[in-house]
């Protein structure tokens, strides 16, 4: 077991590195990554992405949920508040899912997902649950419908076996 004496012993290190120093609150890249919390599937690592450089929700799934989007709203306030705000431009919100996903174990529990998606039970099959694939395309939807225009969103699925991504959905600029 992971215990707080050897994270601490661990964040020592991490501190020693100093490579936290003059970061900002908003990220470097204007990256947000939507991805799941399983631990074979760190956007940082699986993305190559350096401390800062992007924004990263986990969830189960890595899917883009009612709660997913307050959560954005949230952050661009934060950004707004920070910076102004960006230039839709240069925003870009990438969904990452992956193979052997443990949501698909859920799909044996319709009223669970339902509460999760807030959606009727009815409406599950919409959501592809057991598809990376589909529910990449799914929710980069969702956020195409949700988001300002101007920014860029795209769909990635990692592969659990090879450990690469798939480009399922490339970078498209939302319109109006």
Known sequence: MIDTDELAK???GFADGGS????KLTPSGSLTVIGCVDPRVDPSDVLGLKLGEAAV????GGRVTPTTLRTL??????VQARTGGPRPGDVHYAVLHHTDCGITDLAGFPE???????VPAGDLDAKAVTDPVAAVRVD???????LPAGVFVSGLVYDVATGLIDVV????RVEA
């Open 57 to 60: 929700i986990r969830n189960v």
């Open 140 to 146: 980069v939807e969702s956020l195409k419908q949700k």
């Open 20 to 23: 936290f120093a003059g970061l």
């Open 112 to 118: 669970l997902l339902a509460d999760y998606f807030e």
């Open 169 to 172: 959905v490339p970078p498209a």
């Open 10 to 12: 661990r964040n020592a």
């Open 73 to 78: 709203g949230m952050l661009a306030k934060v």
